[in-house]
């Protein structure tokens, strides 16, 4: 009896360590795996602040990814997290890289801001991050070789993941950097997919419309997915066209597409499952990365830009040409206008330097240009008047320069001098986009309306 108990003992173990090591086969072979990307962030590490209630953000990203905690989890950008090639949009970019590190991203794809740097300064970006900067389509134009990595290998969980990219050429024709040559996106996909023949699996980050997106899937069959941008909305639809699931985002750090599935080496991606996921303002700001806001905004404010090499007089821009006016500020327009001056004085418009205060904006010259009389302009504001004169916005900001106007007035002369009409379009240059609520007009005017002063 002893024996025959012992020997159905051993059999039950026998039996249960060969379920457990199908199953451990099982999970070699098959493989639970997620892809959160980004395009188009343009280093937005949070919303510009000109209202309550904006949402987006990296700070948001960074704390909507730590949900995708299951599992394997890779996180790549698919081009564009540069904003522009101006100076204090590079410094927040450095900013930018830093955030993507931290978030553990595998790559980052070069889109259309990226490849209107210089190959010098790309390399140099390169070089303050661990995460790799790839692009399958740009070489460098001395040596011919690609630029940067054109495949990026990704070891995890046991799964080999090969990350490619490329961006449009024709993006890049009228505005591409120096020392970089753009080649076309199929010739040079075929020769770095070369490179990726033994992974497991891969992946293409492409900066390019929908349609090409389309025809990269039905020209290779290799890739499992294609996650892209440059485009105008966001996928409504997850397509899968010949092999690949092709996916696509956009709108300035404000969501972030994840596609889900499970890995078999034989079958590919299965049981897929995909979203693009708003980033409203109840999803709380990273805190790491807000620091990093910080840290860009002491370094815009001490940092000397080419904003603040522009003259301050209103000599000649072009050589025997003389500009009309210049700015006077909004305290002259006041000591004719009182009316008007009035009605401003009670306006959110007298208090928009004071908002860039109170975020420490207000050496930002993203926000300058909308919150001071006429930022980047010769005889407009400069950032060293700090808040002295021809801060918030003010009579000239819609009207334009005023020393003519005032000179004709002060005049016996008669008056030859006018400003042109106003209208809605002159309001939207600034109230658009996330830099406003959503503006309308017969709501909006009707609370600065003003009126020619009555005559004295």
Known sequence: ????????????????????????????????????????????????GCFAGQFGGIARISTRMKHFNKGLVL???????????????????????????????????????????????????????????????IFDAKTNETLLDDVVIVNKDGLKIAILGVVDPSLATDNLGDGLVVKDMYTSLSKSLKKAEDADMKILLAFCDKEQMHNLAKKFFEFDMILGGNVKQPSQKLELINRSYVLYTTNLAKNIGYLQGIHNKEKGLTKVDFDITMLYEDVPQDEDILALVDDYKKEVGSTELECDKHKEDTGDLVPGVTPLASYVGTETCATCHTNSHEIWKNSPHAKAFKALEVSNSQSDPRCLKCHTVGFNEPSGYKRKFGETKLVNVGCESCHGPGSEHVKQRMSPEKTLFKYRPLGEGDCRSCHYGEFSRPFDWKTMWPTIQHQKEPKK
């Not at 051993?10 to 199908?22: E, G, H, R, Y």
Request: aromatic fraction near 10%; proline fraction near 2%; charge should be neutral.
């Open 1 to 48: 009896m002893h024996y025959f108990t012992k020997m159905i003992t051993n059999k039950f173990i026998s039996l249960l360590l060969l379920f457990l090591f199908a199953l451990g086969c099982s999970g070699k072979k098959d493989k639970a795996i997620t892809v959160l990307f980004t395009c188009e962030t343009e280093s937005r590490l949070e919303p510009c």
């Open 75 to 137: 996180k790549v950008d698919a081009g564009d997290s540069l904003g522009s090639t101006k100076d204090y949009d590079l410094l927040m970019y450095k900013q930018a890289l830093k955030a993507f590190e931290h978030l553990d991203y595998s790559a980052l794809n070069l889109g259309q801001n990226e490849v209107a740097l210089s190959a010098k300064q790309i390399k140099e970006f390169q070089s303050l991050t661990q995460t790799p900067l790839v692009s399958s389509n």
